[in-house]
């Protein structure tokens, strides 16, 4: 078969454009948002020594173990630096490195599936997805997941091409890395199956034997963490509207996502006696049981036990680009290019969004600690409420030097320590004239310990706000002692200057 010019520039330059343009894009301001509440726990993990990390993720957050190890290890290369906006920009860069390998993988695997044009396709919408950019400015797992969980995608499609053993035995390695990162990638083996049975059906039992070994060699870790259950006890099952929620991530618009879909699912039904062994019909297919399968697993499961959170599922996502891209390969050029520019100008405004230094990530971590860190005294005392609030400290813990934990008893009941009892905070905050107290708004699942209560009750009677700062979730508030306030002729804050602050007494 002759090959066109431009197929073979796509063929020879087309692996180098998609890693750049990858890079390009998902580097491009990726220290301005602030870090939130996970990637505030990362960077605490990540800078334990070996033997508390080792501790904690026996208690708590085992899932994570194998990305807190590699960030770990990172952590030790930059020579265990203090300042946490190095070890973020670092973490963050782990992930735009992974999103854009997966790029690199996703156009291999359009090529495989439906030639050049489906490649390029695939590639651009993947980089003007929102939920591709928001994951890949990430310190978390979820970047490294959908490359891992695309890449075995990519072998098994290979190895029912060429019957060679070695592709089929990286594909379920592939899939068993996936899996150790993020238990949910292990539905990825729905779509691998759907790929086997399609291509290479005689070879089903000897990729089932070898995806069967790969899970195997992640169900410890499952059953293990099993446990620790209770991390994600604040999830509710969800709703079809969840559902079309989760779609609007892909391009910015559920609207769109389910045109996509919908339209693409119906080519192919269309023409499901004629599937070709390669083409758009073919790349429309595998991206639907890459991005169909799990999603919709996942949402049905969570009717019994919740787990269906939008970041679990960022490894559907090179599936949708797949579904997108045999779709435009469908239509004139013109009508490729437009669609292209449609879905970017449906998600432009996100992307813009994620990358806002307050809003990009949702939360304030950052602006919350530096406003502590530059008002504290030298002896100051701070509390949390609730004690999970504590991730403000832990991702920043340089900021709170100096500054004593009062309620601390220990680490690793729960990610964010235990505290001491009442009787035990009543003496500690005892002769203390400063207390901060960094709070927020109201977060689904919080609790108040009788902790939490003895703070409100001995800062209510003894101390007054003398200051606030506010960022979009946290606050951080100055309580002085009364005597203080009298000796110095300090002015109490209203009750209004505390609105967002609902736990602040």
Not at 368 to 377: C, I, M, S
Request: net charge positive; charged share 15%; glycine share 8%.
């Amino acid at each position: 078969m002759q090959v066109t010019r431009a197929e073979a520039v796509v063929g020879r330059f087309g692996p180098t454009i998609a890693l750049t343009v990858a890079l390009a894009v998902f580097s491009w301001r990726v220290r301005s948002p602030s870090p939130w509440w996970d990637e505030a726990v990362t960077r605490y993990a990540v800078g334990l020594s070996l033997p508390d990390l080792a501790d904690m993720i026996s208690r708590v957050d085992l899932v994570h173990a194998l990305y807190y190890l590699a960030g770990h290890i990172l952590y030790l290369l930059l020579g265990r630096p203090d300042d946490s906006n190095q070890i973020y920009l670092a973490l963050r860069l782990l992930s735009v490195l992974a999103s854009s390998f997966t790029a690199l993988i996703l156009f291999r695997l359009g090529r495989n599936l439906g030639g050049p044009a489906v490649a390029v396709l695939a590639v651009a919408f993947y980089v003007i997805s929102p939920f591709a950019l928001r994951y890949a400015q990430e310190a978390r797992s979820y970047a490294l997941v959908s490359m891992f969980a695309t890449l075995a995608v990519l072998l098994l499609v290979r190895w029912t091409r060429t019957g060679e053993a070695r592709l089929l035995r990286l594909s379920s390695a592939s899939l068993a890395l996936a899996t150790l990162l993020n238990e949910i990638s292990a539905l990825t083996v729905l779509p691998l199956a759907v790929v086997c049975l399609l291509a290479r059906p005689s070879g089903f039992r000897r990729w089932l034997l070898s995806g069967g070994v790969a899970l195997a060699v992640a169900s410890p870790l499952v059953l293990f963490s099993l446990g620790q259950s209770g991390q994600v006890s604040w999830l509710y099952s969800p709703t079809p509207t969840m559902y079309a929620d989760f779609s609007r991530y892909l391009w910015g618009s559920a609207t769109a996502a389910g045109l996509v879909t919908v339209i693409a699912a119906g080519l192919v039904w269309r023409g499901r006696t004629r599937v070709a062994a390669s083409g758009p019909q073919l790349t429309m297919l595998v991206g639907l049981s890459m991005s169909l399968l799990p999603s919709a697993v996942l949402w049905v499961v969570s009717q019994v036990e919740p787990v269906f959170v939008p970041r679990y599922l960022v490894f559907v996502l090179p599936g949708a680009c797949l579904v997108a891209a045999g779709l435009a390969a469908c239509l004139p050029r013109a009508g490729a290019v437009i669609m292209v520019a449609a879905l970017f100008l449906t998600g432009f405004s996100l992307q813009d969004a994620y990358r806002q230094p307050v809003t990009g990530h949702g939360e304030d971590i950052r602006g919350a600690a530096e406003a502590l860190g530059a008002q504290a005294r030298a002896g100051d005392a701070v509390v949390f409420l609730p004690r999970d609030r504590r991730v403000v400290s832990m991702g920043y813990p340089e900021r709170f030097d100096g500054v004593a934990d009062v309620a601390l008893a220990g680490r690793y009941d729960s990610i964010y320590g235990s505290e001491v009892g009442p009787d035990v905070l009543t003496q500690r905050l005892a002769g203390r004239s400063r207390v901060w107290v960094v709070s927020g708004k109201q977060r689904l699942g919080d609790t108040l310990t009788a902790t939490d209560e003895k703070k409100q009750e001995i800062l209510g009677r003894g101390y007054a706000p003398v200051s606030v700062f506010n960022t979009r979730t946290y606050s951080a508030v100055l309580y002085v002692s009364d005597e203080e306030i009298a000796a110095q002729g300090l002015t109490a804050l209203g009750d209004e200057k505390l609105d967002q602050c609902p736990y602040c007494p």
